[in-house]
Nanobody, 123 residues
Framework: QVQLVESGGGLVQAGGSLRLSCAAS????????MGWFRQAPGKEREFVAA????????YYADSVKGRFTISRDNAKNAVYLQMNSLKLEDTAVYYC????????????????WGQGTQVTVST
């Protein structure tokens, strides 16, 4: 079992930055691939970024590539999402997820989910 709690969301102006954190419980955190997804009002949940258990491999949605950076600290049981150059369309609830397989972009590849943290980008 892995429990995930996101934090760091908030209101930010377009062009600004935020850093999301996801704290995980469980001694096996380092064996899980981790992902960030987001869901905007009226839209389906979509993939944002993922990182392998070792942190050696990262993957990004085209819409955030070059602006967002995913990282993890296995000693702290945490994964992060640094978001720069935020745009209005980045407004969404952001979810952290853990999966026992390869860090892919599909929702079904992840077994555990956090409750989400709201990110709102304003003009």
């Amino acid at each position: 079992q892995v429990q995930l709690v996101e934090s760091g969301g908030g209101l930010v102006q377009a062009g600004g930055s935020l850093r999301l954190s996801c704290a995980a419980s469980g001694r096996t955190f380092s064996s899980y691939a981790m992902g960030w997804f987001r869901q905007a009002p009226g839209k389906e949940r979509e993939f944002v970024a993922a990182i392998s258990w070792s942190g050696g491999n990262t993957y990004y949605a085209d819409s955030v590539k070059g602006r967002f950076t995913i990282s993890r600290d296995n000693a702290k049981n945490a994964v992060y999402l640094q978001m720069n150059s935020l745009k209005l369309e980045d407004t969404a609830v952001y979810y952290c997820a853990a999966g026992s397989g390869w860090p892919g972009p599909q929702i079904y590849e992840y077994d555990y989910w956090g409750q989400g943290t709201q990110v709102t980008v304003s003009t």
